[in-house]
């Protein structure tokens, strides 16, 4: 059984929840398809952790400067140029050649150990 939660802002601070529930049935469409979405979320996540550890290993065995491993960070925590600049009380153009320079230094690396990004 799957229980479908659809939540739809009707105007602000008011929302309406719905809820379906789905039989597991071998002839259920439905139930097909919620199968698919979370297969497919799964092998989402599976990848996305795939390349975490990836990015970890770049970064423990690239040689980066301390401001280049501060930008690239903070871009691996889904902050923008922007954001990094601000942050970092530099120009947005600072940000984008640190972060430039530092990722040629992470392919190399990467081809270095075989890694194909």
């Given amino acids: 059984m799957a229980i479908i939660v659809e939540i739809v802002e009707v105007a602000e601070n008011l929302v309406k929840v719905k809820t ?3 039989v597991d049935e071998d002839d ?3 139930w097909e398809l919620v199968q698919q979405i979370e ?3 799964t ?3 599976f990848e996305r952790l795939e390349v975490c550890n990836i990015i970890q290993v770049l970064l423990e065995q690239t ?3 301390p401001r280049e491993r501060q930008v690239v960070n903070l ?3 889904d902050d923008n140029f922007n954001e990094i ?3 970092l009380k530099v120009s947005r153009s600072f940000v ?3 972060f430039q320079r530092a990722v040629q230094k992470l392919r190399k690396t990467a081809n270095e150990l075989g890694i194909v990004p």
């Fill in 20 to 22: 379906t529930q789905i």
């Fill in 28 to 30: 259920n469409a439905d």
């Fill in 39 to 41: 297969d497919q979320r």
């Fill in 43 to 45: 092998a989402d996540e």
């Fill in 63 to 65: 040689k980066l400067s």
């Fill in 75 to 77: 871009f691996l925590q």
């Fill in 85 to 87: 600049a601000r942050k």
């Fill in 96 to 98: 984008g050649y640190t």
